[in-house]
């Protein structure tokens, strides 16, 4: 991908010029200077490349293309638009990435441009001039599938120094390596591959091995491909300035190129070029991810999304080929795995009981020994409490997947009987109210760990509340509860997060409904007053007790009143509430009594 240092030179290299006669029969010569082809309308410029897709490359019929050869045309047509200039574009294939860089920064002829996704770096300022860029640079370290995701510079300092590094020589990808080894003193080897070579598809044919890559030709491929046989470890992220073309520092050409970057329609043609070649959903997720965050996380979700729309996609597919009759074998399959989980549950579970009556025994027997067992339970519980975190992160894809299963085949098989309809959407619901225990227990895992990364702006309160109702109104049918929604002020802001805002109310509507019984009504109410704005919660449940107080808005703690239809509870949803609230600037608060409903309050600051 990028052009690397070498001392090679090019031949001599012979200035392309080009003879046109004008309508008197007088010969005129193409300028090779700006300045002369600002005067004469004719100027010609000579580009040197080197493949490298989907940025510059040549087709099938010799024709060039990629995103950097239709930027130099699109300037072609922008010299002809604003200065009615024709220019020649002479494209000249080069060896390798070296020999571009080393005729610009050694030939110093004023009209060539070297064009292969030249990377920005100070090192190379030096001695060549770069056009703006234009698309962001940021390098990730993969590795082998077998090689584990480190977690730790601990860890990997133990795991990769036993590997092998593959790199191509005088790249920043070599740069990037040997300043790695010599930061940490690894010993690990290097493996250098010729520039014409992928770094990731060599590395997918090994076991163990390791390197950097640009992110956008990594996500490209994962992109295609979800089941790439490398992994993505998430240290050791580099970014740079970004991709440009280069071109000797005293070319008066980077005026009018500079001119033609910031030109009011560069942007827009940009991202029609790039749409040619790349995703534009992922173009624009990398260029926000390289200026507005450097989570680790952001770019895992991203990953798992492409994973979970690959997935989705080859289900429905195959939902589509193998209809009803498969339908039944996969339905089967399912409640065989169901099976097997509950009798592994049933086991632990029985082990568990007899470990905790032998230990119980114990205990009774030997009061001295009690600090001690402590101690240990307590580390038991910290295991167990990061396998639950763990399992909660990884059980979302295969809960989706039957949701997903549950509703294409609803949708696909509208001839069923209203009975089997109704178990397939129990099979729905179920999935629903296990992704909503799930998220709750990764949410409150992300703020008690100081992950959660609020975005603050304006939101109009009044549609987010109603689409929550909206998202309810099922639950509530079957309830047959009322909803009812009233508000003082129209069109008002407030200052949140607009995802953390949906879970907030989300949360509390789930709770009314929950305690509700059937027939009653929940009322939600929105006033402003001076410089904020109020979103109460009231339903006519059974209300708290003065003990529900002083146990309310903390984790696993479940109060006294009972869900009036059976529903589950982990206790963690009204914790998440007063967290998120809080992180936001506002404060939220209860008023109840027995018997008389509960109506809970969240107020936010005006935006």
Aim: hydrophobic letters at 40%; charged letters at 25%; aromatic letters at 10%.
């Amino acid at each position: 991908m990028r052009a690397r240092w070498t001392s090679h030179f090019l031949p001599a290299v012979v200035l392309t010029l080009a003879i046109a006669f004008n309508s008197f029969g007088q010969p005129s010569t193409i300028s090779h200077r700006w300045a002369e082809a600002k005067s004469s309308g004719k100027g010609a410029i000579t580009v040197y490349w080197y493949e490298s897709r989907p940025f510059i490359y040549k087709n099938a019929s010799g024709q060039m293309q990629g995103i950097e050869a239709e930027i130099l045309n699109g300037f072609k047509k922008y010299l002809k638009r604003m200065y009615r200039i024709d220019l020649m574009i002479v494209w000249k294939e080069a060896r390798d990435f070296g020999d571009i860089y080393a005729t610009i920064r050694d030939k110093k002829l004023d009209a060539t441009i070297g064009a292969s996704a030249f990377s920005v770096t100070p090192e190379r300022q030096q001695y060549v001039g770069f056009s703006p860029p234009y698309m962001s640079d940021i390098s990730v370290l993969i590795s082998s599938k077998n090689i584990p995701i480190a977690q730790s510079m601990e860890e990997f300092s133990r795991v990769f120094s036993r590997l092998t590094a593959v790199t191509i020589r005088e790249t920043t990808y070599e740069q990037d390596l040997l300043k790695l080894k010599n930061a940490a003193n690894l010993s690990f080897g290097i493996q250098y591959i010729p520039s014409s070579q992928n770094i990731l598809h060599t590395i997918e044919k090994m076991d163990s091995a390791f390197g950097f890559i640009d992110l956008p030709v990594y996500m490209m491929i994962f992109n295609d491909n979800p089941s790439v046989g490398v992994k993505r470890q998430n240290l050791f992220p580099v970014k740079r300035q970004g991709y440009s073309f280069i071109y000797p520092p005293s070319s008066d050409w980077a005026s009018p190129f500079e001119e033609y970057y910031y030109d009011e329609n560069f942007k827009t043609e940009l991202e029609r070029i790039i749409a040619r070649y790349i995703d534009i959903e992922l173009y624009h997720f990398i260029e926000s991810l390289a200026i507005q965050s450097n989570d680790p996380v952001v770019l895992l979700t991203k990953e798992k999304e492409i994973q979970d729309r690959d997935l989705l996609g080859k289900s429905q597919l195959i939902l589509q080929q193998i209809r009803a009759r498969n339908f039944l074998i996969v339905f089967a399959a399912m409640i065989l795995v169901f099976l097997i989980i509950i009798i592994i549950l049933y086991r632990k579970r029985m082990e568990q009981k007899q470990k905790i009556e032998a230990q119980g025994k114990s205990i009774e027997s030997k009061n001295e020994q009690l600090e001690k067992r402590n101690h240990h339970l307590m580390t038991l519980d910290e295991e167990k409490n990061n396998l639950i975190k763990i399992l909660a992160h990884d059980m979302r894809t295969p809960i989706n997947h039957v949701q997903g299963l549950a509703q294409v085949f609803l949708l696909s098989n509208e001839g069923l009987p209203e009975d089997q309809k109704m178990i397939i959407q129990n099979i729905t619901d179920a999935s629903i109210r296990l992704n909503r225990m799930i998220t709750n227990i990764l949410d409150i895992d992300a703020i008690e760990n100081d992950r959660v990364k609020i975005f603050m702006d304006d939101v109009r309160i009044n549609p987010l509340i109603q689409q929550v109702i909206k998202t309810f109104h099922g639950q509530a049918q079957k309830k047959n509860l009322h909803i009812s929604f009233t508000s003082s002020v129209e069109n008002v802001l407030v200052k949140g997060d607009p995802l953390f805002l949906i879970q907030i109310f989300e949360n509390l509507l789930s709770n009314a409904i929950k305690f509700s019984e059937n027939g009653k009504t929940i009322e939600v109410i929105v006033t402003g007053s001076g410089e904020k704005v109020s979103i109460s919660m009231k339903d006519q449940g059974p209300g708290l007790t003065e003990e529900d107080f002083h146990e309310l808005f903390k984790k696993f703690k479940r109060l006294s009143a009972k869900p009036t239809a059976g529903e589950n509870s982990t206790g963690l949803g009204l914790s998440i509430v007063k967290k998120y609230v809080e992180l936001m600037g506002g404060r939220v608060w209860c008023e109840s009594k027995p018997n008389q409903g509960a109506a809970f309050t969240v107020e936010l600051n005006k935006g």
